[in-house]
């Protein structure tokens, strides 16, 4: 019995910490593929990246001069 308690701890855990982290993970690439004159600030100054995701935010790092941590672009909605 404890062998099969220890697995079902084994199994769980990793997705309880995950969920409780908050982790934000529904962004599409094509949403941080905002041009760098277009990029809102999302964060305070020396945001890690995982804080900015964790934010909903993109995290791009690559231009010196623009917002590092930004807000996404919009996906259109689907109406019908």
């Known amino acids: 019995m404890e062998a099969r308690t220890f697995w079902l701890l084994v199994m769980v855990l990793p997705l309880v910490s995950s ?14 593929m905002v041009p760098a004159k277009d990029r809102a600030d999302c964060a305070y100054p020396d945001v ?4 900015c995701t ?17 807000k996404p672009l919009q996906e259109a909605e689907c109406t019908f």
Do not use: K
């Open 48 to 51: 890690t990246p995982e804080q």
């Open 19 to 32: 969920s409780s982290t908050g982790q934000y993970v529904s962004l599409s690439p094509n949403q941080c």
């Open 54 to 70: 964790n934010r909903g935010c993109c995290f791009d790092s690559s231009i010196s001069g623009v917002p590092w941590c930004f």
